[in-house]
C-alpha cells in the first residue's frame, strides 16, 4: 500500500498569504495525485488533478506541482473562505489510499 | 449539473448489516466508476472500493478493512450504485459518501452517516 504523508498537519495563516502544502508518497507514482478540499461539515471538493492539472471552476489561485514521491499544494492569496482540510489522493497503485490531511485556519 | 445522493445509514448493533445507496444524476451514470469514500468521526479519508463502468467489465475493487464483509453493486437502469455491509463493527461508524471517478474522484455525494454501536 502506498502511504501518502502530507505537511504540516495544521497551519494557522492570514489572508493573502501564500501557502504550501507537501504530500510526499512512500514510492514513485508518476502524477497520479489528487488535491482535494474539505470544508466543515461538506462533502470533499476536487481542486487538481494529476499532480498539476486544475479541476474546472477551481480557483486561479490554487495550483499543484511535482511528480514522482514529492508534491505539494500552492495558494497564492489566501482567502478567507480557503478555510479547510487539505487532502492529496494517489490512484497509482491500489489500494486508492489519502494523505492524512492538512487543516488550514484563518487568523 | 452532477449529483450525488446517499441514503441509508443508520445506527445498527455490531454484527448487523446495512446497505447504502447512491443516486446519480445530471452526467451519464452507465459510463461512471463509482467509488465509496469513508470518513470517521473527526478523521480522514478512507478509501472502501469502487465498481468500473460495464464497459470496463464492471470489475470490482475493496479496501482490505472491509473486504469479506462489504459489497458493492449497481444498477445502471435505476442511476444507482449500493453498498452492501455485513459483520458491521464499531470501526465502520463513519459518513459514507459515493463519488464518480476511476482516477480522481470528480464529484462527492453529501454522505450518510452509519453508526455502530450497541
Known sequence: EIVLTQSPDFQSVTPREKVTITC??????GTDLHWYQQKLDQSPKLLIKFASQPFSGVPSRFSGSGSGTDFTLTINGLEAEDAATYYCHQSSSLPVTFGQGTRLEIK | EEQLVESGGDLVKPGGSLSLSCVGSGFIFSNAWMNWVRQAPGKGLEWVG??????????????????????ISRDDSKNTVYLQMNSLK????????????????????????????S
Open chain 2, 90 to 117: 464499531p470501526e465502520d461508524t463513519a459518513v459514507y459518501y459515493c463519488a464518480t471517478g476511476g482516477f480522481y474522484l470528480d464529484y462527492w455525494g453529501q454522505g450518510t452517516l452509519v453508526a455502530v454501536s
Open chain 2, 50 to 71: 469502487r465498481i468500473k463502468s460495464k464497459v470496463n467489465g464492471e470489475t470490482i475493487d475493496y479496501a482490505a478493512p472491509v473486504k469479506g464483509r462489504v459489497s
Open chain 1, 24 to 29: 510526499r508518497a512512500s514510492q514513485s507514482i
